[in-house]
T-cell receptor, first 116, second 112 residues
Framework: GAGVSQSPSNKVTEKGKDVELRCDPI?????LYWYRQSLGQGLEFLIY????????KSGLPSDRFSAERTGGSVSTLTIQRTQQEDSAVYLC??????????????FGPGTRLTVT | GENVEQHPSTLSVQEGDSAVIKCTYS??????FPWYKQELGKGPQLIID?????GEKKDQRIAVTLNKTAKHFSLHITETQPEDSAVYFC???????????FGSGTRLSIRP
């Protein structure tokens, strides 16, 4: 079956521009997560959605970062006025239920963002 | 705040030998500990997990052990093969939150 998909796979943008990253979770998964992975680093939690609401957005690094989810499905992560330090791979994951302790998170392939 | 430390950052072992990766966590309320494998250009994939009410879990060549008292857990890969080469991440989740905190990763290389 279809896994988590993300688009674009690569994005190069100029400093100061806005970017939108898209995540299509596995159908029926109610929980959706965004992570950031800098080169050679671990995964940094950004935000968690349960349905269309975001009960935990504690990882968003600044007010330039925002995310939304509509119809309990697709999510977009928006970065405004991009900075060079925003360059990273942005990973999305979905899970059948974010409230279940052992619910597996299924990751997408990520979007590699490069800010020049 | 919650924190997960992972060691070593890189590990090279001879094919057929065992590999061990260790992690410690800070929040004693953590109750779920997954391990992920990430191959080049792909997202992480769950390979094994363990809950806090279990001390050890095994799945073929991989096993995970958990010491709740010491707040550390380890991944053991036996009879390593070239396809085991990847970056491995440990993680921890505590019951009052839905997010998972990841370690910094271990790059495992298997020498032929």
């Amino acid at each position: 079956g279809a896994g988590v998909s993300q688009s674009p796979s690569n994005k190069v943008t100029e400093k100061g521009k806005d970017v939108e990253l898209r995540c299509d979770p596995i159908s029926g998964h109610t929980a959706l997560y965004w992570y950031r992975q800098s080169l050679g680093q671990g995964l940094e939690f950004l935000i968690y959605f349960q349905g269309n609401s975001a009960p935990d957005k504690s990882g968003l690094p600044s007010d330039r970062f925002s995310a939304e989810r509509t119809g309990g499905s697709v999510s977009t992560l928006t970065i405004q006025r991009t900075q060079q330090e925003d360059s990273a791979v942005y990973l999305c994951a979905s899970s059948p239920n974010g409230r279940t302790v052992g619910a597996e998170q299924y990751f997408g392939p990520g979007t590699r963002l490069t800010v020049t | 705040g919650e924190n997960v430390e992972q060691h070593p950052s890189t590990l090279s072992v001879q094919e057929g030998d065992s590999a061990v990766i260790k992690c410690t966590y800070s929040d004693s309320a953590s109750n779920y500990f997954p391990w992920y494998k990430q191959e080049l250009g792909k997202g992480p994939q769950l390979i094994i997990d363990i809950r806090s009410n279990v001390g050890e879990k095994k799945d073929q060549r991989i096993a995970v052990t958990l010491n709740k008292t010491a707040k550390h857990f380890s991944l053991h890969i036996t009879e390593t093969q070239p396809e085991d080469s990847a970056v491995y991440f440990c993680a921890a989740r505590y019951s009052s939150a839905s997010k998972i905190i990841f370690g910094s990763g271990t790059r495992l290389s298997i020498r032929p």
